[in-house]
């Protein structure tokens, strides 16, 4: 495995059915809620992210 890249994680049973309580039971709100949360963490991400760092640029490397 590339060192990039972490463990997989399980879900358990347990971890979903928090989740459908939290939804009162409701799989669609539970999805809904789910898809919410990764747009928050990928906007996030998005925001943390150096722009430089993505363009594959490192002003602290000299070239020559």
Same mark, same amino acid.
């Given at each position: 495995?590339?060192? &990039?890249? *972490?463990?997989?994680?399980? /879900?358990?049973?347990?971890? /979903? &059915?928090? =989740? %459908?309580? !939290? #939804?009162? *039971?409701? #799989?669609?709100?539970? /999805? +809904?809620? %789910?898809?919410?949360?990764?747009? =928050?963490?990928? #906007? &996030? #991400? !998005?925001?943390? =992210?150096?722009? *430089?760092?993505? +363009? ?5 490397? +000299? /070239? *020559?």
């Amino acid at each position: 495995m590339p060192d &990039d890249q *972490g463990a997989i994680t399980v /879900i358990t049973d347990q971890e /979903i &059915d928090a =989740v %459908l309580c !939290e #939804a009162k *039971g409701d #799989a669609r709100e539970a /999805i +809904r809620m %789910l898809l919410h949360d990764l747009a =928050v963490l990928a #906007a &996030d #991400a !998005e925001r943390l =992210v150096s722009k *430089g760092f993505v +363009r594959n640029r490192a002003p602290w490397k +000299r /070239i *020559g």
